[in-house]
């Protein structure tokens, strides 16, 4: 008796568990791998489009970091909280680097009505579409706030992930794109309040501690920081910390360092792959290459081909 098992990382279509009965038994193990058969990937997330993200923005390209940035456009040039970019020099700023949604106005979207919703995130959309030139799919909520009629809401507008501020402190693939809780936020809240001398000093500890974690772990795992380029305004102890972490999250040949939208086409392209019923063969419908690997060996699926796995 051979018995195919299919044991699945993540979520693929429960049409492609089989089980057939053959000579002897055999598990099949399939694990997803990040692009380049990387095994960890690194999200660096920032809101709010404060001036402080050209300063930003060139550290993140002195370490060859990719960032994504969540913008309001009818902030955008103007200096109504905090001193806000031109909407004339985003495309430049954030070239290599991804624009995504924070609604046009950074309102707390649960207190607002389901129209105004939408149309914070509808106007935001088009604006930062119509500046970048490019379609945008992605978003963060302004204040991490949301509910069930938010996330349906959005989604019907086309925006394909949302990030909270729940940080998990851990390193899993968000099952709910639409609600996605980041890892942590970049130090970790310290200095959030002023004056806390001791709980910042702890917080920072935690900061790295976790850092130090995701590089040592050889599995697959996602870090998802997030944060505002103006906590470090104008202070050099915080932009030190900040070159600090970029510094040891750089140059590592085990990260995907993502786009957070390229990140949920990668896994979705992933989620949508095409098991034959023996489970010997799989197709990629997709048009991005699709690296896993299967009982220990590496797979490389290129972009509309089939493969066989033995
Ligand atoms: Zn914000």
Redesign the pocket.
């Known amino acids: 008796m051979k018995k195919y098992i299919l044991i699945l990382v993540l979520q693929i279509p429960i049409s492609s568990l089989a089980q057939v009965n053959n000579d002897s038994t055999k598990s099949l193990f399939i694990e997803m791998l990040f692009p380049e058969e990387k095994t960890k990937a690194l999200i660096l997330s920032y ?2 489009g404060a001036k402080n993200d050209r300063k930003l923005v060139a550290l993140m390209n002195k370490y060859q970091l990719i960032g994504t940035f ?1 913008l ?1 456009s009818n902030k955008l040039s103007t200096n109504s909280y905090y001193d806000y970019l031109n909407k004339e020099e985003l495309k430049e700023l954030y070239k290599g680097h991804e624009v995504s949604v ?1 609604s046009a106005n ?1 309102p707390n979207l649960p207190d607002i009505s389901k129209l105004e919703v939408a149309n914070e995130i509808f106007e935001d959309r088009k604006e930062l579409e119509r500046i970048m030139g490019y379609s945008i799919r992605g978003m ?1 909520y ?2 991490g706030n949301t509910n069930d009629t938010i996330v349906e809401t959005i989604k019907r507008l086309g925006i394909e992930y949302a990030r909270t501020v729940g940080d998990t402190y851990n390193f899993e693939i968000p099952k709910d794109f639409l609600r996605w809780h980041p890892t942590m936020h970049q130090f970790c809240k310290a200095y959030w309040e002023p004056n806390q001398p001791e709980k910042d000093q702890k917080e920072m500890a935690l900061f790295y501690q976790t850092i130090e974690s995701f590089l040592k772990l050889n599995e697959l795992a996602v870090l998802d920081i997030w944060g ?1 380029s103006w906590e470090m305004g104008s202070d050099q102890k915080k932009w030190e910390e900040t070159e600090k972490f970029f510094k040891m999250l750089a140059g590592n040949s085990a990260i995907y360092y993502a786009k957070q939208i390229d990140l949920v086409d990668y896994i979705n392209a992933y989620r949508n792959l095409k098991f034959s019923v023996l489970n010997d063969k799989v197709t990629n419908l997709s048009s991005l290459t699709i690296y896993i690997r299967a009982n220990n060996k590496k797979y490389v699926i290129p972009s509309g081909k089939t493969i066989s796995i033995n």
Request: no cysteine.
């Open positions: 809101d709010d969540h309001n924070h950074h963060a302004p204040f505002h």
